[in-house]
């Protein structure tokens, strides 16, 4: 048997270029019969046509269409994000664009945990990353000082300049898990024993990384709206007042129930008059950011010493693009770690960039990549116009929610997530109804508990949704629910 090619090095675009032909087929035919947004006949009769898909997981003789049969199996199985159907949760159909990119960092394969790994892709994540930190804090460069015309002094002015103050950094992480841990490690380690206090609206990572990371029990706070009650989280405070630092409360830009935002300036005002850090989980609506439109609806989120960042969800990456942004670049000299081969000081004092404390991983793919090749090719007004039909998008589907008399509107969407119910139907029929279309391959719904009772959630991620697609689901789910 000869050696099979690689991806990489000179010769390896030309051993790919027959296989994605392979792919790109597979992809073709295992979506054509799949038919819609999710396999038909549920777990059962899925799992049943991957083990005879596969067969033999690891056979004496390889098989030559194994590539071919898989995909195609694979693609056959799986939830397209894509279809305006498929509309349950955060998972968003990636841009073309972020999943060439994303093969390109697969066939490159550098690993950003030393230099001479990954020479140009460091440089670019630290570009990137301090770029979209940028976007939350403000650019250090506008504090520079400044010759005539507002033309920056020359480095090789004689007279000494003062550096500007740093003014944020992020780090690439694998999504808001990631980042949220992050962001209590970073507060644990700069005030050992901090307590979070989060709403009762809070991401589940966030009380987990309190327990995963040994810190006390988390304090919630009362979210009656669905957002935290700065009433109640004042009262929490100053019930537990104590040294500056020690307090950590985390607040949420864009839940995942229902989207919503909490009030961040009243937020970060109390954190401040009671010495408190605080985190924003900004996974969800971060994206926001690009907006012209929605972005004033993210105001406050400049006060947060940390925050989340998912570019998979509102930046129509391929899964995983999350990041973890901090206004105190210093912060982050609590993730500096040793370990000679990769980073040893003869090494760094020469010069050669130490990476080891960008992460807790070790080894990481370049994720950065689709991200930097996504907002260099749309730019801030491409990414915003996305946005900007995402939560259209979500307003039509309520206006079409409201106007049916069959259906109950939860509230008026925040983001692109809206939350709506059959009228005079339970809640056992309510999850009935998600549970057959999900069954029969037509929708994917998702699920939220709020006021007390179960309601039907379409997070619209997809720009390419119509009315009628939109319409089209309102009609499905009637359909079932009259069954």
């Known amino acids: ?7 990489s090095g000179a010769e390896g675009p030309d051993s790919l270029r027959p296989l994605l032909d392979t792919v790109l087929q597979a992809l073709t035919a295992g979506a054509h019969a799949r038919g819609g947004p999710l396999p038909a006949g549920g777990p059962e009769t899925v799992a049943r046509r991957i083990r005879d898909a596969v067969g033999d997981v690891l056979p004496d003789k390889g098989d030559p269409n194994a590539l071919h049969d898989l995909v195609r199996a694979l693609a056959e199985g799986a939830a397209d994000p894509a279809h305006p159907h498929c509309a349950a949760h955060l998972h968003c159909p990636p841009l073309a664009v972020a999943t060439a990119a994303d093969l390109a960092a697969g066939a490159l394969n550098p690993s950003l945990d030393s230099w001479d790994q990954a020479p140009a892709a460091s440089e670019l994540e630290a570009l990137v990353t301090r770029t979209l930190a940028a976007e939350i804090y403000g650019d250090a460069r506008a504090s520079e000082p400044k010759g005539r015309a507002g033309v920056s002094t020359p480095a090789a002015a004689p007279r000494r300049r003062t550096e500007p103050p740093k003014r944020g950094d992020a780090l690439v992480t694998t999504g ?7 962001a209590l490690l970073l507060a644990r380690e700069a005030h050992p024993g901090v307590r979070l206090i989060c709403g009762a609206n809070a991401h589940h990572s966030l009380p987990r990384a309190a327990w995963l990371l040994g810190l006390p029990e988390p304090v919630v706070v009362p979210a009656p709206a669905g957002t935290l009650d700065p009433a109640a989280l004042d009262e929490a405070l100053t019930e537990l007042s104590g ?3 020690s307090l950590l409360v985390a607040a949420t830009a864009g839940t995942t129930d229902a989207g919503l935002i909490d009030p961040l300036p009243q937020i970060a005002a109390l954190c401040t008059a009671h010495g408190a850090r605080l985190h924003i989980d900004a996974a969800y609506g971060g994206g926001l950011l690009f907006s012209e439109r929605h972005r004033p609806k993210l105001a406050g989120l400049e006060h947060a010493d940390t925050v989340t960042l998912d570019l998979h969800k509102l930046g129509w990456q391929p899964v995983a693009a999350g990041l973890l942004a901090v206004k105190n670049p210093d912060d982050l ?7 000679d081969y990769l980073n040893a ?26 991200i930097a090749v996504t907002l260099k090719t749309l730019g801030r007004h491409g990414l915003g116009t996305l946005v900007d039909q995402v939560c259209a998008h979500a307003h039509e589907f309520a206006r079409q929610v409201q106007a049916h ?16 119910r059959p009228t005079r139907a339970t809640d056992d029929a309510v999850a009935a109804v998600r549970r057959q279309l999900l069954h029969e391959g037509r929708a994917v719904l ?12 379409v997070t619209l991620l997809n720009p390419h949704t119509r009315p009628d697609d939109l319409a089209a689901l309102l009609k499905l789910v009637e359909g079932n629910t009259s069954r």
């Open 446 to 457: 998702g699920r939220a508990h709020l006021d007390g009772r179960l309601w039907l959630k």
């Open 405 to 420: 008399p069959g259906f109950e509107l939860h509230d008026a969407p925040t983001i692109s997530t809206v939350l709506f």
């Open 1 to 7: 048997m000869s050696t099979p090619p690689l991806a």
């Open 345 to 370: 000081d003869d090494d760094t004092d020469a010069g050669l960039p130490d990476l080891l404390g960008r992460s807790l991983r070790t080894t990481r793919r370049p994720d950065i990549l689709k």
């Open 243 to 245: 040294p500056p630092g």
């Open 333 to 339: 000299t609590a993730l500096a770690h040793h370990a």
């Open 176 to 182: 808001g898990t990631e980042s949220n841990q992050l």
